[in-house]
């Protein structure tokens, strides 16, 4: 399933290297077309976007991002978030009791969305810490990442470290500003066959910390 | 030729202040490009008989560092054919960059938010539009007096007192050097000079080739003769050699291009000798900052120069001086 890239995405993509002024390391793998999982530290509603618009152009219009569906469903968001970014947009927090009833069900369909979401072609942008941090350590990840990679375990995960978005867009602020940030994409890794989810949620979260300590 | 300058001077409407038919700034851009065509033709000789992999990499990056002239080049030369809007939009711009390149590498916090807003979106634009409308006054106090007071004030709104001085220090300076200090080339504009009106973009061009050649000549007289270092835990890269050769050269080509300003040939030298030492002065201080914040450059916008606060540190402390001798000794 090819996609055409909405007309609007090359321009936000643009703006959006504008505004973050970001620099892109490669130091654990190249760019590459196939199908992937990169995850990354949250710190700023910008995350998704700069990631989304620092990855090239023919990968771009085969990765989608993860994003929460409380802030990203209605108005101008939820137009962009679905018909330019192609987000996938999920119950946040779906893993943990959230007064659901059924909170393992609700985890499990959400699982089973994002497989569906990518299909055979798409790659996912992912926020393991499920929340925005306040950018100064990462959080421990949630569950999510563990069960996705279970769901998929061909696929390789690519740990991405954002630096300086958090300052560039810090929780609670609505204008940016124009600073330089800086992403670094580490090696690829994926989920061994018997690994422990607490054992795997460490080893990436510590991949992750690493390329911070690298920069 | 004189179609050439013919096209050039009828470009820029007289009201702005900017070359009506001006055959000298025509020929300065004609040097320029020589000097580029040059340069480009050197690169082409040094990269077919480099021998040894440490000269390969060095010519690599001269050859990139003069691919990036010929783009800095076109764009400031298509700025300054606009008119003084032109200049003025593009030394806010580099303004900007700088900002953010400098503002990247210090520690600022969550409080500083607004803070650098106001720095990034009203005090960086008002201090160009108050050269626009030539208000030299408050040009000259706005951000030394008043940007100076408002930013720790801001700060202090926020309650955030962890590192408070530092953090206010560090973002003044960053005002001080990024946007006032640079704000002065473009505010030569500005100066009425009796027997000069209408040539003032000369005297930014003037400022501008003998800051940058002074950064090129001295770059040449440290690859080829530099032995000394001056100051090692700075810059490994700064030599006597090159600071001596460097100033030197830069101050001739400063008399030898007298032609363009008001100053005679001997105040023409003295001028560049002032701009030239405070380049290196500003190299020297930016190199200081970079080392304390551990970064080689700061960024990588331009190829092979590092970022837009690496190429114009020199500038940004020849501005103000230059600026301020040709307005105490030139204009009444």
Redesign the interface.
């Known amino acids: 399933m090819s996609v055409k890239a909405h007309p609007l995405a090359m321009m936000i993509a643009a703006l959006a290297r504008g505004v973050s002024?970001v620099?892109v390391r490669w130091e654990g793998c190249c760019p590459d077309p196939k199908q992937r999982i990169y995850f990354a530290n949250h710190t700023s509603h910008l995350d998704f976007v700069v990631l989304w618009s620092s990855l090239p152009a023919e990968i771009r219009a085969r990765t989608r991002p993860v994003a929460a569906k409380d802030y990203w469903q209605s108005g101008v968001r939820a137009y962009l978030a679905q018909k330019v970014f192609r987000g996938v947009l999920v119950q946040r927090g779906a893993t943990h009791a959230t007064g659901s009833k059924h909170p393992l069900a609700d985890a499990r369909a959400v699982i089973e969305q994002l497989a569906e979401a990518m299909g055979e072609t798409e790659s996912l942008i992912f926020f393991p810490e499920g929340t925005r941090g306040?950018g100064d350590s990462i959080a421990p990840f949630r569950s999510g990442l563990y069960y996705l990679a279970k769901r998929r375990p061909e696929i390789e995960l690519v740990p991405v470290y954002i630096e300086?978005l958090n300052?560039i867009l810090?929780k609670g602020?609505v204008?940016p500003?124009?600073?330089?940030c800086l992403l670094t994409f580490g090696a690829p890794m994926q989920v061994g066959e018997a690994e422990h989810k607490q054992i795997f949620l460490e080893r990436a979260h510590a991949a992750l910390c690493d390329l911070h300590r690298k920069g | 030729m004189n179609w050439l300058i013919d096209r050039v001077g009828q470009v820029a409407p007289a009201h702005w202040a900017l070359p009506v038919r001006d055959p000298q700034l025509t020929w300065l851009f004609v040097g320029v490009l020589g000097a580029l065509i040059l340069a480009t033709l050197i690169g082409m000789v040094l990269e077919k008989t480099a021998m040894s992999d440490a000269a390969r990499s060095t010519i690599e990056n001269l050859n990139a560092r003069i691919r990036a002239w010929w783009k800095m080049c076109a764009i400031f030369a298509l700025t300054m054919l606009i008119g003084q809007i032109g200049s003025l939009v593009l030394f806010a711009l580099l303004s900007?960059l700088a900002l953010?390149?400098y503002?990247?590498l210090m520690p600022?916090r969550?409080g500083d938010?607004r803070t650098?807003?106001w720095s990034?979106?009203f005090i960086t634009p008002l201090q160009y539009c108050l050269i626009g409308i030539r208000w030299y006054g408050l040009f000259a106090i706005m951000i030394p007096a008043f940007a100076f007071l408002f930013i720790p004030t801001r700060i202090a709104i926020t309650g955030d007192t962890e590192h408070f001085l530092e953090r206010s220090a560090k973002i003044q300076f960053g005002i001080m050097i990024c946007l006032y200090s640079l704000s002065y080339a473009p505010a030569l504009l500005m100066l009425r000079i009796p027997g000069f009106e209408g040539r003032n973009a000369r005297l930014l061009l003037y400022l501008v080739i003998v800051a940058q050649m002074s950064d090129v000549l001295k770059y040449v007289w440290g690859k080829l003769f530099g032995r000394h270092k001056i100051v090692p835990r700075v810059s490994p890269n700064k030599t006597w050699e090159g600071f001596v050769g460097g100033v030197l050269t830069a101050t001739a080509l400063g008399a030898a291009l007298w032609w363009v300003t008001p100053f005679t040939p001997l105040q023409a030298a003295g001028m560049s000798l002032v701009i030239a030492l405070l380049g290196a002065a500003g190299g020297l201080v930016m190199s200081a900052i970079k080392r304390d914040a551990g970064v080689k450059d700061f960024?990588?916008t331009i190829e092979g120069h590092g970022g837009i606060l690496d190429r114009i540190d020199s500038l940004c402390f020849a501005a103000p001086v230059f600026f301020h001798m040709v307005r105490y000794f030139f204009v009444p």
């Open positions: 002024g620099r306040a300086n300052r810090p602020e204008v500003v124009p600073l330089v | 900007l953010r390149e503002i990247t600022t969550r938010h650098l807003l990034f979106f960024g990588s």
